[in-house]
Structure formats: C-alpha cells, structure tokens
C-alpha cells in the first residue's frame, strides 16, 4: 500500500512506500476485455456490457489477482475468464469460466500447471467450469447401394456437410460413432472389426483392431463428465466403454432387450439414451438409461412409436431428439435433461431410415444420408428444417459423431 502515516505509536510521521508482493488496486475497467497482471486487483464495471478477462500467461506459482463487481452487475453482464494457456481449477484453458453472481469478488492465486489458477472464495469455490461445446460433425462409411464404403464428410459449424473424402480405413456399412474426449470421435464395429479415431481437426485414423465382440447396427453416445463413450446393443448383447483418451474397454454383458437398429444420444449431463431399435418380437420403443458411470439401466417403454433404423443426436443444453426410421416415417421424439423421451412429433422432412445423425456448432443437429439422400437441420429448441438436397455420395447404413472445439 502507499500512503501518509500521522501519528503513529512511534511519535513521527512520514511516507509508506508499496511493500514488495502487496496487491496494487488499478483503475475501474468498463470495457469488454482486459488482460490482468498478477499482483494487481480490478474493479470490473458490467453495467453496460459483459467483459473478457484474460489472465496472465506465464504466472509464477502465488502469483495472486483479485477481481470485483463494481457495479454489482455481473449477474446481468457477467464476465468470462480466460486463463490464457494455463489450468483452471484443474480443467483446461478450453472451458469457460463464467461468474454471473451480483456482488462477487473472486480472489485467484496460480498453484502450479496441474491445477492452475485456484479461486480461494468461498463463493468462487462453488464454480464449475463448463466444457467447451463441439462444433463439427462427420458422417463417415456405409454402403451405397452396390458396395460397402469409407467415404468420410465433414459438417462445418455452421451445417454445411462437404464433398466426399474417401480412403478412409476399411470400408463397412452397420458402424457405430460418437465423441469422446470433448473433441474427438471413434467409428467402431459394424460389417468389419475395425475401429477408427477421428481427431480434432477431422482426421480419421488408420484401423485399429476390434477389442471386444464382433457386432453391426448397434449404436454408440459420448457421456460421462470428462468425455466418455459407450457402444451397445447390435447384433452382439455385449457393451464397451471408451476412455477419453479413446481406448476400448473389454466387453460388458448388456442390460436390457438385445435389439438392433437403435439410436443413442447423450442429454443432461453425463448421461445417455438408447432407444428405439428390433427386438425378436419387431420393433419396440424401449429405452435405456446410462448413468454417469456408463453403467446401462434396464429397460424402460412407452417412448413414442416403435420403430428401428433410425438416428439421433443431442441439441440444445442437455437435450437430445430421435428422429425418422423404420416405415419410411418422419417422427420425431424429442428427449429432455433428465431423460424423458416425448411423444410424436411428425411432419419433419422426408420420410426415410438407415440414416446418420450428429450434433455441431455447439447446440444444433443435423440428419443426413440414408434411404433418401436428404439432410434436415435441427435448431437449438428442437425444431427440424425442410429437406436440403444431400452432398456427397448418396448412402446408407453409416454413422456420425462430434469433434472439434473450433468453429
């Protein structure tokens, strides 16, 4: 601190330099970003816009900043930290750090590259850093018409699907996809053993050997909390995890009615969907559950029309939709955060099955390929567009995931 000392227990007056590591509070900030230093506190004023706060990039460990509502406004304008390369509370610079709470001052000090950046608050104590969204998609092999496939598409974040890519490992129809790690994806079974990983820049990988039993026309989701994924049902009543960094586990025996043709999504938060599929006795609209430690509930009925060969995908915050299939329908069944699956919506586009479905830019979904060479957006309140005219080559019996945090 700095400042004039009259009359102190020592008799004398004189002058208070700035002590060495002391916090030195800096001018009010109103503009919408900001990089900090350590040692220094902000007063952050959000009356009139929200503010970007970026973190010092090379903090040494105890470096401290201390950061204010000026204006008491944050939960109308909130502020978005930035760590600028390095951890927050353990979780990468890739998450968002929001504090939207009236009145907060929050008190950061940098542990050490593990952890990162630490708030020692109570009140900052209580935030969770949110995972940052995916915003791309690719739809990847299947069989058209006259032989199996490993053309690849990818959906930009705005869901335009590109031309045909081909090469990519062995081709099959019957496969399974899904994200895992935040932004990256795993084919997986199907009419071949194999299994491919797709980067987060959309590169699918050379096969890799199948681990657990052979399978077609299952389905796979992400879930879990740091970016797992789980494969089910098909052909084979065997399920696999996958790590997030996209390792296959060994079979687990299935719960629930074995069937094929089913969907899966992810909703909430950590937790996924199968439903839909054909059973021995035909098409059902089972449901199944699937915690946060991808552990498969039994079954549950009565989700909408039975029917197989459909797709689904999540949208929104913690929402999902299933969508067309089996009979050449157009229904659409709308799934929310805690799981329940709606009745019929219909009317949605052309009617067709054996299609693909992924989620992209970050809260939106599309439906593309299958029996008719069709595409059909889906907003971020559930609502499916018109028909667009299909990119690529026309196919079926694929599949489709999320990858990247990058538009």
């Not at 330099?17 to 109103?30: E, F, I, M, P, R």
């Not at 092999?141 to 045909?164: M, P, R």
């Not at 795993?186 to 009419?191: E, M, V």
């Not at 949605?348 to 439906?367: C, E, H, M, Q, S």
């Amino acid at each position: 601190m700095s400042g004039s000392v009259k009359n102190n227990v020592f008799g004398s007056s004189g002058v208070v330099l700035a002590a060495a590591g002391g916090l030195s509070w800096q001018d009010v900030v109103t503009a919408s970003t900001v990089t900090v230093e350590a040692g220094k506190g902000y007063w952050i004023n959000t009356t009139s816009n929200a503010c970007t706060i970026t973190l010092p990039s090379s903090p040494a460990v105890g470096d401290q900043v201390i950061l204010g509502d000026y204006a008491r406004t944050w939960d109308t304008n909130a502020i978005t930290i930035d760590s600028n390369g390095n951890n927050f509370q353990g979780d990468p610079d890739t998450y968002t750090v929001d504090y939207d709470t009236e009145g907060q001052t929050i008190n950061l000090v940098y542990a050490d590259s593990t952890k990162g950046w630490i708030p020692t608050n109570d009140i900052a104590n209580a935030l969770t850093p949110v995972a940052p969204t995916t915003q791309l998609g690719v739809f990847a092999y299947g069989y058209n018409g006259s032989t199996q496939v490993n053309t690849k598409n990818l959906v930009n974040s705005s869901g335009v699907i590109a031309a045909d890519v081909t090469g990519v490992g062995t081709a099959r129809d019957s496969v399974s996809a899904a994200t895992y790690g935040g932004d990256k994806g795993i084919f997986a079974y199907g009419s071949d053993d194999g299994s491919n990983l797709v980067s987060n820049t959309g590169v699918i990988s050379a096969d890799v050997s199948r681990v657990g039993s052979a399978r077609a026309n299952g389905a796979a989701s992400t879930f879990g909390t740091s970016g797992q994924a789980i494969f089910a049902f098909g052909s084979s009543g065997k399920t696999n995890l996958v790590s997030n960094s996209g390792v296959v586990a060994n079979d687990v025996n299935l719960v629930g009615t074995g069937r094929n043709g089913i969907a899966a999504c992810r909703f909430g938060v950590g937790l996924a969907i199968f439903a839909f599929g054909e059973s021995s006795g035909g098409s059902v609209n089972t449901r199944n559950l699937v915690n946060t430690s991808g552990v498969v509930a039994s079954d549950a009925t009565g989700a909408g029309t039975a029917r197989q060969d459909l797709a689904a995908a999540a949208y929104g915050v913690g929402l999902g939709i299933f969508a067309f299939g089996s009979g050449m329908t157009n229904i659409k069944n709308l799934v929310n955060n805690v799981g329940v699956v709606a009745s019929n919506g219909t009317g949605v586009g052309t009617a067709r099955g054996t299609l693909a479905a992924t989620d992209y830019g970050g809260d939106k979904a599309i439906f593309s390929f299958g029996s008719s060479h069709k595409s059909n957006l889906v907003s971020n309140t559930g609502v499916v567009a018109a028909d667009v005219s299909g990119v690529g080559t026309s196919r079926a019996s694929l599949a489709a995931c999320g990858y990247s945090y990058s538009a």
